[in-house]
Nanobody
Framework: QVLVVESGGGLVQSGGSLRLSCATS????????MRWYRQAPGKERESVAG???????NYADSVKGRFTISRDNAKNTVYLQMNSLKPEDTAVYYC??????????????WGQGTQVIVSS
């Protein structure tokens, strides 16, 4: 059974920090690209940060320099360190695991999300 479970969300003041975790099981974590998305009320889901199976990272312009994505393959977990939080970072944050194998079969799993609220 594939499980993707986010945690670490909460209420924080503007300028504060949070660290989100995404614990996974049921698949070969080290072979998957991992990505954090977020969805604010009334807005579309957007990509925040991604890390490939080999550790390459990329970020949305809105979070560059403030957020850091990392992974621990021994713990099957990906993290999102969020610093200098702003009210516009308020959203539900989702973790995604994605892989396309040599047969071009696509595997995609999502967590249930964790709420982040940044007060001004």
């Amino acid at each position: 059974q594939v499980l993707v479970v986010e945690s670490g969300g909460g209420l924080v003041q503007s300028g504060g920090s949070l660290r989100l975790s995404c614990a996974t099981s049921g698949f070969t974590f080290g072979m998957y690209d991992m990505r954090w998305y977020r969805q604010a009320p009334g807005k579309e889901r957007e990509s925040v940060a991604g890390i490939t199976s080999v550790g390459w990272t990329n970020y949305a312009d809105s979070v560059k320099g403030r957020f850091t994505i990392s992974r621990d393959n021994a713990k099957n977990t990906v993290y999102l360190q969020m610093n200098s939080l702003k009210p516009e970072d308020t959203a539900v944050y989702y973790c995604n695991a994605h892989r396309i194998n040599l047969l071009k079969q696509e595997f995609d799993s999502w967590g249930q999300g964790t709420q982040v609220i940044v007060s001004s």
